[in-house]
């Protein structure tokens, strides 16, 4: 059976820190390891919160900065020397771009809600026929859920359907449901890995 949609994952796979050296100098600088900042911006509570589209993003950096014991008049600086090595790949955008008309594209993240803003902004929504982040829907991969409402919103069949995801249970959720998966580690790989479920 064929591949009628294709899901994309964003942080980790279209948008990934290719530079660490920003991030590793704002953690020297707050005195905390590189993993241990990671962590609090990507795994603590306010984190999952975000996530979940309970909070906002700028609560969640609110949450940060106080657990990092910096004034709310640093938040900006923070996040902004946080992200400063995350790089979108262009390339791939263009062939998500192109598998366009013969698949329908959706993009699924667990995503803050500043995130629909961000694809707008950078002018990418044009690559996707549906967008579905966590905070606007209330639900985190790897739930079942959050694949069943993507597939719906495609009227895509899990078995005409793959997901593109840099996490291994994220993809391993998805392929519970009957979807392909695609892990990615690197965008030649992912290719030629999708490529080959495609075709």
Do not use: C
Request: hydrophobic share 40%; glycine share 8%; charged share 30%.
């Amino acid at each position: 059976m064929s591949i009628e949609a294709v899901f994309f994952d964003l942080g980790g796979v279209i948008l990934r820190t290719e530079h660490q050296a920003p991030r590793e100098h704002l953690a020297e600088r707050l005195d905390l390891s590189y993993e241990d900042l990671v962590r609090i911006v990507f795994e603590s509570e306010s984190a999952r919160q975000a996530s979940l589209g309970r909070i906002t993003t700028p609560q969640h950096w609110g949450a940060v900065a106080a657990r990092l014991g910096r004034p709310a008049s640093e938040i900006a600086s923070l996040r902004d020397e946080f992200f400063a090595g995350d790089v979108l790949d262009l390339e791939l955008l263009d062939f998500i771009r192109s598998l366009r008309p013969n698949h329908r594209t959706g993009l699924i993240s667990n995503g803050w809600s500043d995130l629909r803003d961000y694809v707008i902004r950078n002018k990418f929504d044009d690559g996707f026929d549906v967008l579905v982040i966590s905070a606007e829907v209330g639900l985190l991969k790897p739930d079942p859920q959050i694949y069943e409402l993507a597939l719906r919103k495609l009227d895509a069949e899990p078995g005409r359907s793959v997901l593109v995801d840099d996490t291994a249970k994220n993809v391993e959720g998805a392929r519970a449901l009957g979807m392909s998966g695609v892990l990615f580690r690197t965008p030649s790989q992912m290719r030629r890995d999708l490529e080959s479920v495609l075709w």
